[in-house]
């Protein structure tokens, strides 16, 4: 059996390259034993590493070419958001660069979209993101970017129109009116939208609730005609001790000062139409006389390919 390989403290929890390795004293014998696992050609991983997803898109990134750039959902993954499939990793690249590698994806584009130190930027993944997205994931991705602020509203237009030929940039234009870089959660906007598509008065999102100039606590959203707050409540609520303590703390005050709150579960939002009406009933409850749910065309356009043009419901 071939010995255990010296393997340098900064390259044990995470992939790496051949190159890098030979340059810090590893050997190519040390290389090829079976403690190393070789995720794609010329780049490994200790075996009894558990691969993360962002150790995925590291070693794909290792194994490309320089001229290939980190893209698409893959550079939004990189940024830290759980959304879609790991793999392919995708790269957009100039020109006719052909490379055949398992779970790996070239774009190849006559110009590249803006770069950084990572990949394409975030902007304009987002864009590239747009062209094949649901209108409910665009929202989300979108809502999640603004708020970390690793993109402008101003940005993305800028982009959108500056390369209008490119895939998502239409898409992109239309989606920009709906995002709301308030939101802190995916879940948060995942209510927001739905309520909103669904033809209730939009949300707003993460308002201070004051009651004689006194700060009772952050509403997740805030329907203003009737001053209802939506509270998402999802699984760190419970497993959290100190975000369950905040919580409770926080609805008290909310009941003391007879401020009006609904709470979502994870299993409301899992039955979006059930939801919906659930904080429909809540809202005339409490003298809301506006339309009711329409679960039409414009509802349906949440989980479709976003339109070059939102419908509204019929």
């Excluded at 050609?41 to 590291?58: A, C, K, N």
């Excluded at 690793?150 to 209008?164: F, I, N, W």
Aim: net charge neutral; proline share 7%.
């Amino acid at each position: 059996m071939a010995p255990r390989p010296r393997i340098p403290e900064s390259l044990r929890d995470r992939p790496f390259s051949r190159r890098e390795a030979l340059d810090m004293g590893v050997t190519s014998r040390q290389l090829e034993g079976g403690f190393l696992l070789r995720l794609f050609p010329q780049v490994y991983i200790l075996r009894d590493h558990e691969m993360t997803g962002s150790d995925w898109i590291t070693a794909a990134t290792l194994a490309m070419p320089e001229c290939a750039h980190l893209s698409h959902v893959s550079r939004i993954q990189a940024l830290g958001l759980d959304i879609g499939e790991i793999w392919p990793v995708r790269f957009t690249v100039v020109g006719d660069l052909h490379l055949a590698m398992d779970d790996a994806f070239l774009h190849r584009t006559a110009a590249l979209p803006p770069l950084d130190e990572v990949g394409v930027t975030p902007a304009a993944a987002f864009v590239q993101f747009c062209a094949t997205a649901t209108v409910l994931d665009a929202v989300v991705v979108g809502d999640w970017l603004l708020h970390r602020r690793h993109m402008t509203l101003g940005e993305v237009a800028e982009l959108s129109r500056a390369q209008h030929w490119r895939p998502g940039a239409r898409q992109v234009r239309r989606i920009l009116p709906v995002l709301d870089g308030g939101a802190m959660s995916v879940k948060e906007s995942e209510v927001r939208i739905r309520l909103e598509f669904a033809g209730l008065p939009r949300p707003e999102v993460n308002v201070p609730m004051m009651v004689d100039g006194e700060l009772l606590g952050i509403g997740d959203l805030l329907v203003r005609c009737v001053m209802l707050v939506l509270e998402y409540e999802g699984r760190q609520h419970a497993e959290s001790p100190r975000q369950f303590n905040r919580d409770i703390h926080r609805y008290a005050s909310f009941r003391n000062n007879a401020v009006e709150y609904l709470q979502i579960t994870n299993e409301m939002l899992s039955r979006p139409r059930v939801m919906v009406t659930q904080v429909h009933h809540r809202l005339r409850a409490l003298g809301y006389n506006g339309p009711a749910p329409v679960f039409g065309d414009r509802w349906d356009s949440l989980t479709a390919p976003i339109p070059r043009s939102v419908r509204r419901s019929r």
